[in-house]
């Protein structure tokens, strides 16, 4: 729990640095994209751009993130399914063992 506060103190810090710098920036300017161009004021432009990276930074970690979870579950699993052949083969060798 603590480091869920931790993170969305850390992001909200983050936040408030970029509209804080952007808050500064009144300029207009022209920000050409692929399809059309567009003129923002700089600090909107660095608030949308700043958001768009984060939001992008947050989906590939937590693809990676996710993408491990998936890999422990299944080694896991397999380890289990691996000693309980272990434990198998162990009584079998006893019972051969004993008799």
Do not use: C, H, P
Not at 10 to 28: E, R, Y
Not at 68 to 91: D, G, P
């Amino acid at each position: 729990m603590i480091k869920y506060i931790f993170g969305f103190i850390i992001a909200l810090a983050i936040i408030l640095v970029a509209i804080t710098v952007g808050a500064n920036n009144d300029q207009v300017i022209t920000f050409n994209y692929i399809v059309a161009e567009s003129q923002f004021q700089l600090s909107t432009l660095v608030a949308i751009l700043f958001g768009l990276g984060l939001i992008l930074g947050w989906f590939i970690t937590g693809f990676f993130y996710l993408k491990l979870k998936l890999k422990n579950m299944s080694l896991n699993r397999q380890i289990k399914r691996q000693s309980l052949q272990i434990s198998e083969l162990t009584s079998v060798r006893e019972k051969t063992k004993a008799e």
